[in-house]
């Protein structure tokens, strides 16, 4: 039987566990905490390109820990299936599939190949196939559906290499491009294991890197990352023939210009990094035709471990090579201005360059920005949408360019708060030609505008809309809002005159549906079902308060169902997680609607509510820069006047006794609590999960801490709670995936952090899921942390 590692301390905290829990096997938590693993309000769709049909995906809501447990390679921050070729841990996972016939509401369902999960759905251009990945005990197998026969077809039996991605692109209507595993690669065993030394050294120049899990150490290493990561990109049609392209190599990523007429290709290469994962190897970036014959080579990047500090900060030469939707065959790629170094002192930072078939004369600037480069999107009519970013001051714009005009200065249509939500224009809906590829649609009114649809954020709430803000004047337009009585969102953008819309539709009482509107009529595509009984009646509202020093804050209090405060107070879980701003009108907005449905995800607290508990989730903690300071200058005294006013509104609201509150939190949250617990006395008990607590073991920043330990050393040596261990005298429930992936935080951060607890005389339990990485995914896992979470609020905060 699989087993967890669990340790416990405290004698307060330990004794209220009984003989057989501490027998460290998977525990079940109450039927109400079971409804919400077996329970899933996700939904995944694909619209075709004619708009005729739409796709309804049902993911696996929490696979089997067998599935977490099977080998893996863990390379160059890949996370291998050697034997399938393909990624361990696949999220996007699906085991049913629906087709709607939106025209006249007629639904399938259809049966997948073998009772096999697909991943990776896709239309064909022309909408008549769909197309996806048949995931096998032996690997992953493209495959298509002939919506018109219902008839599915194994295009080759040769596998998929979904080492890196298992992505793929239609080339024209009867041919895909994708990555195969290599025939006699699939016959060689993988290297024995060398014992050997295991040695590094310096190279004289600076390369600043974040703490990375699974990166590559030794050769064998390095030879398991090229045997397994080297495919053959190969177009397939529908018959089966296969086309190879160029000769094998480590393809990082590829697609096919809009034309179908050529391929671009980005190809890793040696020398293999042992400090920077897979992604940041250098590249070779190259461009074929549909035979497979090279046209060109474009460039050859370094390695990633020579870009320079700083979040905006990327490597010299030409980048985000991509092909221009709604032309033919037409690449663009930025380069910057400064080195790549946004330490430097510059003007303009970024240039946009376009390049024409075939691509072997001299490339067209088109734009300089003075910010970043960190998106190009492709509308209508030639029109780039371009996003700069300034990190520093926490900034960015959105910017339109007609592509037609050459060299000429961007429009500016947006430019916010990188988390300001009240100004954010959202999603745009986008148009598909042959040939042409996919481009953002424009809305040709009195002046050409962009089309957006958005969560709508504001003062008064969530708003979901559909605007048109004219690329001349930047003014903005309503084309249709969601009704007061329901939380209404825009999926699709179907047509403009009639309107013609898919929405997401759901209320307080009503789990989510889809429904069609087609002008002033509308039909109901899918409904949810409601598995969700134990919460009917939950009590939920937006609480707004203020910090000492007048910033506003807010936080969602859930209440059990029928509970009224003269039945006194509640013990309360609150959940939290630090953001840095600078700004505080940003750091005060809100997110809410009283229309949403209780979406209640087993990794969240608000399960908690069925056991009885308050729970006051997504709490503000802001972490506002003061003056000319950074953010955290001012950290640990921002935290603690956060969780003051927190507490304070919670008892002057008569829910919650100050001697029943806990704190909760994961990952960063988890760091907020072991803090909270060290400096202050506002809370009973703490759950901390993934979280890392010495900050010495992040010394090339973290979060949004750019400056490095050697920089800063007095700022990480106060915000690391480790270093308070002795100063934390309430009970501490850690939690860690055995397998954290996650930059920085490294299981060992709650050992360590355990031990310290352990020699002080603290009161902990420390609980190590097998198998699990930065968030938990399977099914027992996610029991027992229910379960955990459970038993220790119970122990610790009696309900009365």
Same mark, same amino acid.
């Given at each position: 039987m699989l087993r967890l590692a669990l340790i416990c301390i405290g004698m307060m905290l330990c004794p209220t566990f009984t003989p057989q829990t501490l027998a460290q096997d998977y525990q079940k938590p109450s039927p109400a905490l079971l409804q919400t693993i077996n329970h899933s309000t996700s939904l995944t769709t694909q619209l075709s390109n004619d708009h005729q049909w739409l796709a309804l995906l049902s993911p696996i809501s929490a696979p089997s820990i067998t599935m977490l447990a099977m080998p893996e390679q863990k390379l160059a921050g890949l996370r291998i299936a050697a034997e399938q070729y393909l990624p361990s841990r696949i999220t996007?996972?699906?085991?049913?599939?629906?087709?709607?016939?939106?025209?006249?509401?007629? $639904?399938?369902?259809?049966?997948?190949?073998? #009772?096999?999960?697909?991943?990776?759905?896709?239309?064909?251009?022309?909408?008549?196939?769909?197309?996806?990945?048949?995931?096998?005990?032996?690997?992953?197998?493209?495959?298509?559906?002939?919506?018109?026969?219902?008839?599915?077809?194994?295009?080759?039996?040769?596998?998929?290499n979904g080492t890196i991605g298992l992505d793929y692109q239609w080339a024209n209507n009867s041919s895909l491009l994708a990555r195969f595993v290599i025939a006699s690669n699939a016959k060689t065993t993988m290297a024995p294991a060398v014992y050997a030394p295991k040695t590094k050294e310096t190279s004289g120049k600076q390369s600043p890197q974040r703490t990375y899990q699974d990166l590559l150490k030794t050769a064998v290493d390095k030879q398991r990352f090229s045997q397994l990561t080297t495919s053959q990109l190969a177009l397939v049609d529908l018959d089966g023939k296969l086309t190879n392209i160029a000769t094998p190599s480590i393809i990082k *990523?590829?697609?096919?210009? @809009?034309?179908?007429? %050529?391929?671009?290709?980005?190809?890793?290469?040696?020398?293999?990094?042992?400090?920077? =994962?897979? %992604?940041?190897?250098?590249?070779?970036? &190259?461009?074929?035709?549909?035979? #497979?014959?090279?046209?060109?080579?474009?460039?050859?990047?370094?390695?990633?471990?020579?870009?320079?500090?700083?979040?905006?900060?990327?490597? @010299? !030469?030409?980048?985000? %090579?991509?092909?221009?939707? !709604? /032309?033919?065959?037409?690449?663009?790629?930025?380069?910057?201005? +400064?080195?790549?170094?946004?330490?430097?002192?510059?003007?303009?930072?970024?240039?946009?360059?376009?390049?024409?078939?075939?691509?072997?004369?001299?490339?067209?600037?088109?734009? =300089?920005?003075?910010?970043?480069?960190?998106?190009?999107?492709?509308?209508?009519?030639?029109?780039a949408l371009?996003?700069?970013?300034?990190?520093?001051?926490?900034?960015?714009?959105?910017?339109?360019? +007609? *592509?037609?005009?050459?060299e000429s200065l961007l429009h500016?249509?947006?430019?916010?708060?990188?988390?300001? =939500?009240?100004?954010?224009?959202?999603?745009?809906?986008?148009? %598909?030609? /042959?040939?042409?590829?996919?481009?953002?649609?424009?809305?040709?009114?009195?002046?050409?505008g962009l089309l957006h649809y958005g969560q709508g954020a504001s003062p008064q709430g969530d708003k979901p809309f559909l605007k048109h803000t004219s690329l001349l004047t930047g003014e903005s337009s309503l084309l249709w809002r969601s009704a007061t009585h329901q939380l209404e969102s825009v999926r699709y953008v179907l047509n403009l005159e009639?309107?013609?819309?898919?929405?997401?539709?759901?209320?307080?009482? &009503?789990?989510?549906?889809?429904?069609?509107?087609? !002008?002033?009529?509308?039909?109901?595509?899918?409904?949810?079902?409601?598995?969700?009984?134990?919460?009917?009646?939950? $009590?939920?509202?937006?609480?707004?308060? =203020?910090?000492a020093d007048g910033v506003p804050l807010s936080g969602t209090l859930y209440?059990?169902?029928?509970?009224?405060?003269?039945? !006194?107070?509640?013990?309360?879980?609150?959940?939290?997680?630090?953001?840095?701003?600078?700004d505080p009108d940003v750091a005060s907005q809100i997110s809410f609607s009283a229309n949403q449905y209780a979406t209640i995800n087993p990794r969240g607290p608000i399960p908690l509510v069925a056991e009885g508990f308050a729970v006051f989730d997504k709490v503000s903690m802001p972490i506002i820069a003061q003056g000319d300071k950074e953010p955290n200058d001012s950290f640990r005294e921002q935290l603690v006047a956060n969780a003051q006013a927190a507490v304070d509104t919670l008892v002057d609201l008569g829910i919650a006794d100050r001697k029943q509150i806990a704190v909760g939190g994961h990952s960063y949250g988890a760091f907020m609590v072991a803090n909270l617990l060290a400096h202050t006395d506002l809370f009973y008990a703490g759950i901390a999960r993934s979280g890392a607590y010495n900050r010495s073991l992040t010394p090339f920043g973290f979060q949004n801490e750019e400056r490095y330990?050697? $920089?800063?050393?007095?700022?990480?040596?106060?915000?690391?709670?480790?270093?308070?261990?002795?100063?934390?005298?309430?009970?501490?429930?850690?939690?860690? #995936?055995?397998?954290?992936?996650?930059?920085?935080?490294?299981p060992l951060q709650s050992e360590r952090l355990f031990d310290a607890m352990q020699g002080l005389g603290g009161k902990a339990r420390l609980v190590v899921l097998p198998f699990e990485g930065h968030s938990y995914a399977a099914k027992e896992s996610l029991e027992h942390l229910l379960w955990e979470q459970s038993q220790f609020l119970k122990a610790n905060l009696p309900i009365h």
């Open positions: 996007q996972r699906y085991h049913q599939l629906r087709l709607i016939n939106i025209q006249n509401n007629q $639904q399938r369902n259809i049966s997948l190949p073998g #009772g096999h999960d697909i991943t990776e759905l896709q239309f064909s251009p022309d909408s008549r196939y769909l197309s996806y990945v048949s995931l096998t005990p032996e690997g992953g197998y493209l495959y298509v559906y002939d919506i018109a026969q219902s008839q599915h077809r194994r295009l080759s039996d040769n596998r998929l *990523a590829f697609s096919v210009s @809009p034309d179908g007429q %050529y391929i671009l290709t980005s190809q890793l290469t040696t020398p293999f990094s042992t400090q920077v =994962k897979y %992604y940041d190897f250098p590249t070779l970036t &190259e461009i074929y035709n549909l035979n #497979g014959q090279l046209i060109t080579q474009l460039h050859q990047s370094q390695s990633g471990e020579s870009k320079p500090q700083g979040r905006d900060s990327v490597l @010299p !030469g030409p980048r985000m %090579y991509h092909w221009v939707q !709604g /032309q033919g065959a037409i690449l663009a790629f930025t380069e910057a201005l +400064d080195q790549g170094d946004i330490q430097q002192d510059a003007p303009l930072r970024d240039s946009l360059w376009l390049l024409d078939a075939p691509f072997t004369q001299k490339a067209k600037l088109i734009a =300089k920005t003075p910010w970043r480069i960190i998106d190009i999107d492709w509308a209508e009519n030639n029109i371009v996003t700069q970013r300034n990190s520093k001051a926490q900034l960015l714009r959105l910017s339109s360019l +007609d *592509a037609h005009l050459g500016t249509l947006n430019e916010r708060n990188l988390r300001d =939500k009240y100004q954010e224009l959202g999603s745009f809906p986008r148009l %598909y030609s /042959q040939g042409k590829g996919q481009v953002v649609r424009l809305q040709q009114a009195q002046t050409t009639p309107l013609q819309l898919i929405i997401n539709r759901e209320s307080a009482t &009503e789990p989510p549906s889809l429904v069609l509107i087609n !002008g002033t009529k509308e039909s109901l595509l899918y409904e949810q079902t409601d598995g969700l009984s134990a919460y009917r009646g939950m $009590q939920k509202q937006l609480v707004t308060y =203020k910090r209440l059990p169902a029928n509970y009224t405060k003269a039945q !006194g107070t509640l013990p309360v879980l609150m959940w939290a997680y630090p953001r840095e701003f600078n330990y050697w $920089q800063a050393n007095d700022i990480y040596q106060q915000m690391s709670p480790f270093n308070y261990a002795d100063k934390i005298k309430y009970p501490l429930l850690l939690i860690h #995936g055995e397998m954290d992936q996650n930059s920085g935080t490294f």
